[in-house]
């Protein structure tokens, strides 16, 4: 599965972070300027895009370089059309490396997102099941490999003690919280809270958990 394929990130097209965040991002990915809305909406939706495509895709997870942190503008190889040159004919590896932009933050949540699913192995494991879509609340949760995925896409609402199916029972913990500010969110989620599960069936799984669900944020819960 891809979030984006490599075809995007070439000249004539833009990736996912430069169509959600475009021309802010020469303004405003550094964590010193002024608060932008648009960088603040686009650094939440690559997460949220790139977790729900790396958690429902298939076998494999396909990035093209630099993608992982936001590469902004596009590639370009020498030829006629630009007079032969090699402007854009790079990756710019130095701006996730530079603690004072907010690049860092996305390549932060990727490799978290990675190193989870190497502990978990959801690539491997069954298809996940999609137990609630809920279009006025844009809340999409599925389950996969033991994990139970949410995902909160609303611009505006957040919803506290929002109930959650889950087929197993027991306790559940945070292990993956795209609002954690080491990824450039608002620290929103304490994820030290214990989820205890209730039988009370819900979304056609056998128990329940309740979870507070701040506006566009991805949460990853794992069962103790």
Known sequence: AYAESHDQALVGDKTIAFWLMDKEMYTHMS???????????????????????????????????????GHPEWLDFPRAGNNDSYHYARR???????????????????AAMNHLEEKYGWLHKDPGYVSWKHEGDKVIVFERAELLFVFNFHPTQSFPDYKLGVELAGDYRVVLNSDDPSFGGHNRVDNSVVHVSSP?????????????????????????
């Open 31 to 69: 964590v010193m300027s002024d608060p932008s809305p648009i960088i603040d909406r686009g650094i939440a939706l690559h997460k949220m895009i790139r977790l729900i495509t790396h958690g429902l895709g298939g076998e494999a997870w396909l990035n093209f370089i630099g993608n992982e942190f």
């Open 92 to 110: 710019q590896w130095n701006l996730v490396d530079d603690d004072l932009l907010k690049y860092k933050f996305l390549n932060n949540f990727d």
């Open 200 to 224: 009370e069936g819900f979304a056609w799984r056998r128990n329940c958990i309740q979870a507070y669900l701040p506006s566009r944020v991805a949460l990853v819960f794992a069962r103790n």
